[in-house]
């Protein structure tokens, strides 16, 4: 079946625009993740959401990041106020409805910052 | 705090030289080792979840393995197309996103 799909593949947004980046999950996973990917650096959990509980947001490194995910699918992360240092891959997972199982990564969306 | 180290960095082989990636761990509770491959530009691939010490998983020329204090991923006369970093990652019983390490790069020249 499909895989996790991200949108756009790249964008390039000027500093102190705001930026969408949109993921869909595999169909009836109930889980999904954002991470952060900078170049040289591990992955970095930003927000997760677990079908109708609020979501964990302790990652999100400052609030010009917010995230949401509309009728248990599809989620959208939005940056505002874009800065350079927002400049990475943003990577999206997700995982079934089994607890502790794993996570399916899409092929995540390069966002530039100039 | 919970930590994950990988090491080489950065690994070089000749074809059909078996070797071995080192993952690191402290954790407050393993709930779950994870590893993954990721090729240039595209996002992680699953491989392998361990969930106890003495726990083994083998695909193809890749063998995983996990102690309490790390896992090793164990590479089998590779070929030129095993090349890509390999992520490892943990998950712990205080939540469910993943901590990562910053990768191996494997790099298998012919």
């Known amino acids: 079946g499909a895989g996790v799909s991200q949108s756009p593949s790249n964008k390039v947004t000027e500093k102190g625009k705001d930026v969408e980046l949109r993921c869909d999950p595999i169909?009836?996973?109930?889980?999904l993740y954002w991470y952060r990917q900078s170049l040289g650096q591990g992955l970095e959990f930003l927000i997760y959401?677990?079908?109708?509980?609020?979501?964990?947001k302790s990652g999100l490194p400052s609030d010009r990041f917010s995230a949401e995910r509309t009728g248990g699918s599809v989620s959208t992360l939005t940056i505002q106020r874009t800065q350079q240092e927002d400049s990475a891959v943003y990577l999206c997972a997700s995982t079934p409805p089994t607890s502790g199982t794993t996570q399916y990564f899409g092929p995540g969306t390069r966002l530039t910052v100039l | 705090e919970d930590q994950v180290t990988q090491s080489p960095e950065a690994l070089r082989l000749q074809e059909g030289e078996s070797s071995s990636l080192n993952c690191s761990y402290t954790v407050s509770g393993l709930r779950g080792l994870f590893w993954y491959r990721q090729d240039p530009g595209k996002g992680p691939e699953f491989l392998f979840t361990?969930?106890?010490a003495g726990e083994e998983k083998e695909k193809e020329r890749l063998k995983a393995t996990l102690t309490k204090k790390e896992s090793f991923l164990h590479i089998t006369a590779p070929k030129p197309e095993d090349s890509a970093t390999y992520l490892c990652a943990v998950r712990t019983h205080n939540t469910d996103k993943l901590i990562f390490g910053t990768g191996t790069r494997l790099q298998v020249f012919p």
């Open positions: 959401f677990q079908g109708n509980s609020a979501p964990d």
């Open positions: 169909s009836g996973h109930t889980a």
């Open positions: 361990l969930y106890s």
